[in-house]
């Protein structure tokens, strides 16, 4: 089981855009446009490495547990 999103989950709940940017789809972005930067050309992968963090899976159980249940988590210590 999995503990933390990788690159290729990351393709599930948001896309690519400018400059190899990661940005979430609608039914996450609430977390990311309030408490992380936005992609620059400098951080293009701000979301991304937020996406990728235990704090941010505990957020999707806590808020959105129809998008965890697209991924194969330890339940046990997140759910």
């Not at 963090?53 to 959105?64: C, G, I, P, Q």
């Amino acid at each position: 089981m999995k503990e933390a999103l990788n690159w290729n989950d990351l393709k599930q709940i948001g896309k690519y855009g400018k400059h190899k940017a990661w940005y979430p789809d609608e039914s996450v972005e609430d977390y990311f446009v309030r408490n992380i930067r936005a992609p620059s050309r400098a951080y293009p992968y701000s979301y991304a490495r937020a996406a990728q963090t235990s704090k941010f899976v505990n957020w999707l159980f806590t808020n959105r547990p129809e998008v965890a249940a697209l991924f194969k988590f330890n339940e046990e210590e997140f759910g």
